[in-house]
């Protein structure tokens, strides 16, 4: 890879961070009002059809071979679908603390499934980095009024959330890389949001008892629309083609940044307090990223 598109992957996966570190706080607001389960449904059936309108316009065509749907199947129903399941299960059985670290510890062990899986060089500076990053986002995280609480009250919350991590490496991130060199991250995407949104659908019977479409807030709209457009058509295409020109590993290390962001985030427009501990975490998250970049 030449110096300029390694460059542009790096822009490329900054974009995903900025648009994928306030998406919490965002889709929080869509929360009052809509359950998690029937956001996400809603939110990857729009983002999966308009990506396919897109790509019938720029590409067109989007059929997929016969014989790499099982492939796509598997990528769009446990990468999207079941993970978003998961997720939130966890989410209510644990605290938001937990779950966030929980969810950045999957960062290593993707790493070390990009190893073993995917056959990538993974460097021994790497692991350094991404461990000394890890810090760094534990104190972000982990703010003075945050609270760590793991025991038996959390445990099953945190299973569920570990789970999720590993179906969402594994299915999301490491099986469709051979599909990115045949499709486009965008066709690629859009099938799997349409994939992912089915299976969420048919969650949503035993998950949500009632809508009340008219008490539904504009603010809940607002949120759909940006994890409809930002978050997910956007960020999900180019998180799909920082793995197709970097690999997994290092795609993954750029996750790292998401908490920090989000903290950003919700200071300055949630409300939230931040902290010196904060500050500090970033600057650790940015040094264990230069680490693990470094050549």
């Known amino acids: 890879m030449t ?16 648009v994928w570190g306030p998406n919490p706080g965002i889709v929080k607001f869509a929360y009052r009002d809509i359950h998690p389960v029937l956001f996400a449904a809603m939110r990857f059936t729009v983002s999966g059809i ?25 990528t769009g129903g446990l990468g999207v679908g079941v993970y978003q399941i998961l997720w939130s299960f966890g989410l209510e059985r644990t605290t938001a603390t937990n779950s966030a670290i929980l969810v950045s510890v999957q960062t290593i062990f993707g790493v070390v499934c990009a190893g073993i899986i995917t056959k990538e060089s993974v460097r021994k500076g790497q692991y350094i980095g991404m461990l ?15 609270r760590l609480q793991f025991s038996t009250a959390t ?3 945190d299973l569920l959330t570990l789970i999720a991590g590993a ?21 690629l995407m859009g099938y799997c949001m349409i994939i992912g949104a089915t299976v969420l659908w048919i ?12 008490k539904v807030g504009w603010m809940a709209w607002g949120s759909l629309g940006y994890a409809v457009f930002f978050a997910g058509m956007v960020g999900h295409t180019l998180y799909y083609e920082g793995i197709g020109r970097l690999g997994v590993a290092r795609t993954f290390i750029f996750m790292y940044f998401i908490p920090f ?3 950003l985030f919700n200071y300055l427009f949630v409300g939230e307090n931040i902290f010196l501990q904060q500050i500090a975490g970033g600057v650790i998250i940015l040094s264990g990223i230069h680490c693990a970049l470094r050549k």
Do not use: H
């Open 50 to 74: 308009l990506m396919l309108f897109v790509i019938l316009w720029k590409e067109k065509d989007c059929r997929i071979r016969r014989e790499d749907w099982k492939a796509l199947l598997l």
């Open 3 to 18: 110096q300029e598109n390694q460059r542009l992957s790096y822009v490329f996966l900054g974009v995903v961070v900025l």
């Open 203 to 214: 969650a949503v019977p035993f998950c949500v008892s009632r809508v009340e479409v008219e």
């Open 167 to 187: 179906v969402y490496t594994v299915f999301f991130s490491m099986w469709p890389k051979p599909l990115l060199k045949i499709y486009s991250p965008m066709r």
């Open 261 to 263: 962001f989000a903290a």
């Open 155 to 157: 445990f099953w919350g």
């Open 132 to 146: 000394l990053a890890l810090v760094g986002v534990i104190l972000v995280i982990m703010k003075p009024t945050a």
